[in-house]
């Protein structure tokens, strides 16, 4: 039996759902009931019927699944698998700036661990940034922890002073404005699609900026047919299965390494041994529940 009959064994055994990411390696995609974005996954979660859900991704989504239907059990199949943003908000900083300024509202990007959604008022994820920082009552806002998404928000967010925290995402970050002026005269046909934790010269030259799932759907529904991808490469396996007659092209070194510490083999143990699991304390989910509805919500934006 190959590896892959062995997981849709043993998925079928356990009652498993599989979740994945769209930076997921494309034998993980490929087997997965679900692939999507952080939105998508997260209302896909919170839908789980199954027992079990096998969440592939990193471990800020892993929690969000816990979180938003704490009865199953959830399975991370690698718990190093930690998005290096998500670990450079700390609650105690976080708590700092909210008593620094009363006055604003706490939205925090869904890449954060689940103690410091537990201080936020709202989430949002990049599909939806814009929308959830207009939805706000208040002319402050603290934006955490992705400071990139800060201030692509703030160009549509005239009216509201963000105070932003200086995270960033190194896969997004590093994809230099170089980069894509290289891609884009070697394929001077293409349209320039980035995601929004790219750096602020990179989004002046795009012609599109998106959440992977919103690059899917601009895709499919855009009549050109080249495009340069400036997010994660694996984004562009599922772009190609989806749009086989368009072209896309990724950028040198676009890789995110810990959305790859997931593997087949790292399921199929997951799956036999239903471990690692998602195991957060109950006042912890309770509150950081809340800010991670109200993103649902308020929905998709792109
Ligand atoms: P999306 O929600 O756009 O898939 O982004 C998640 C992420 O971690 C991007 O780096
Ligand atoms: Fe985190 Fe960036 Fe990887 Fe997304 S691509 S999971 S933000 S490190």
Not at 34 to 62: N, P, T, Y
Not at 206 to 231: L, Q
Not at 259 to 279: D, H, N, R
Request: hydrophobic fraction near 40%.
């Amino acid at each position: 039996m190959s590896e892959r009959e062995r997981v849709m064994k043993l998925r079928e055994e356990k009652d498993a759902v599989i979740l994945a990411h769209n930076y997921q390696r494309p034998e993980i995609q490929d087997l997965a009931d679900f692939v999507g974005d952080s939105l998508g996954l997260s209302i896909q979660a919170s839908k789980v019927k199954a027992r079990v859900i096998v969440f592939c991704g990193v471990d800020f989504m892993a929690e969000s699944a816990k979180i938003l239907n704490p009865d199953r059990i959830v399975v991370h199949p690698e718990p190093k698998a930690k998005c290096p943003m998500a670990a450079m908000c700390d609650v105690e900083g976080l708590l700092d700036l909210r008593a620094k300024h009363p006055d604003a509202r706490v939205v925090g990007y869904v890449n954060t661990t689940a103690a410091c959604k537990a201080e936020m008022d709202v989430c949002c994820t990049s599909s939806n940034a814009v929308k959830v920082v207009q939805s706000l009552d208040t002319k402050k806002v603290i934006f955490v922890p992705d400071e990139n998404l800060g201030m692509y928000v703030q160009r549509f967010v005239k009216d509201k002073e963000m105070i932003l925290w200086p995270g960033f995402c190194p896969t997004h970050d590093a994809i230099g404005p170089e980069r894509i002026l290289k891609a884009k005269g070697e394929h001077p046909e293409a349209l320039v699609v980035v995601h929004p934790e790219c750096r602020p010269e990179v989004i002046d030259i795009a012609d599109a900026v998106k959440s992977t799932e919103g690059m899917v759907r601009f895709i499919r529904s855009s009549e050109r047919r080249e495009f340069i991808i400036g997010t994660e490469r694996e984004l562009i396996h599922r772009l190609k299965k989806e749009n086989p007659d368009k072209v896309f092209y990724s950028i040198p070194g676009a890789v995110c390494p810990t959305m790859k510490m997931i593997t087949l083999s790292s399921v199929t143990k997951a799956l036999e041994s239903l471990s690692p699991t998602v195991e957060i304390d109950e006042r912890t989910m309770a509150r950081a529940r809340a800010p991670l509805e109200r993103m649902m919500e308020i929905g998709r934006g792109d």
